[in-house]
């Protein structure tokens, strides 16, 4: 057991962390920017370290503050909430490699589940049922054509760093295909400094279930059950629901077991939570098998 944990982040996120923390007799660290130097989360900390000026680039992402106020603090491990630095793989291994312990998803984990194409890959390698296309980036609207050929429109063709929406184009017959491509090239390395795009079917109308994975460093992996995120708008989701109302008994245990498979890798080994998407069709269609899409830290 920890007895000082740094929480690098701020607000809410961090003091909910800080409560977890409190209950298990763990002392917590605090980092702040100037303007947060009386924000709740400093206050509920028993200790707190600025970091830095206003803008976060140069506080709450500024690495090497962080880890100097861990050092200074003398803590055991640092905890990185979500947002922020809880998905950098850089700042993970640097992490890792000191003499903290990371809290979160291992920093291999983070670069290969990262890429939407390498998490495709990595969820086929573990046998768990992702919806048809490639796994691999596409090169060119030539390409896109010969992937709808194959498995029919509409096909969407998605950013590999993407996510929220952005860098998701729909396309519904081979006269957009050009354009689409265009488009879903150009918002990846607008929104994720990332211009690979690869190319999947469709699913129209689905539902879209998530589950929440816990993993440690001995191979232990559980799934603490599903939430059904299937109300959007753009692509961002709007409510949460757990569990879903949508899922059998049999389809529950069935996506359950699919995401703790995915999440059984020697690559996502961690002892934080992880989010595991999947989706299912909608009842008026019909369920179907899990379709895991992508899995990321959260």
């Avoid at 079917?201 to 001995?218: C, M, N, S, T």
Wanted: charge should be negative.
């Amino acid at each position: 057991m920890f007895s000082k944990v740094l929480v690098a982040n701020r607000g809410e996120i961090a003091v909910r962390v800080m409560r977890a923390c409190e209950e298990l007799g763990v002392r917590t660290v605090a980092v702040y920017s100037d303007p947060d130097r009386d924000a709740g989360h400093v206050r509920y900390a028993d200790e707190a370290y600025n970091v830095g000026p206003a803008r976060a680039a140069d506080s709450y992402l500024d690495q090497e503050a962080v880890l100097d106020a861990a050092r200074r603090a003398d803590a055991d491990a640092v905890h990185p909430g979500y947002g922020f630095l809880a998905e950098n793989a850089e700042f993970a291994r640097r992490v890792e490699a000191s003499e903290f312990t990371w809290v979160g998803p291992a920093a291999d984990a983070m670069e290969r589940l990262g890429s939407k194409t390498s998490a495709r890959s990595a969820m086929r390698e573990a046998g768990v049922p992702v919806v048809p296309g490639t796994t691999d980036p596409v090169e060119s609207a030539a390409a896109v054509a010969d992937v709808a050929d194959e498995f029919g429109y509409p096909v969407a063709i998605k950013a590999s760093g993407g996510g929220g929406g952005r860098g998701l184009v729909v396309v519904e017959g081979p006269a957009e295909v050009e354009e689409a491509f265009d488009t879903a090239v150009r918002e990846g390395e607008a929104y994720f400094d990332d211009p690979r795009v690869y190319v999947e079917k469709y699913v129209d109308r689905p539902r879209h279930v998530e589950v929440q994975i816990l993993a440690d460093h001995h191979g232990n992996v559980r799934h603490l059950g599903e939430r059904d995120c299937t109300l959007q708008r753009r692509h961002q989701k709007l409510i949460e629901e757990g569990p879903s109302p949508a899922l059998s008994d049999d389809l529950r245990s069935r996506i359950g077991e699919a995401a703790r498979r995915g999440s059984a890798r020697p690559t996502t080994r961690t002892p934080a939570p992880s989010s595991f998407s999947s989706s299912t069709r909608t009842p008026t269609t019909g369920a179907s098998a899990p379709t895991p899409t992508s899995t990321s830290s959260r």
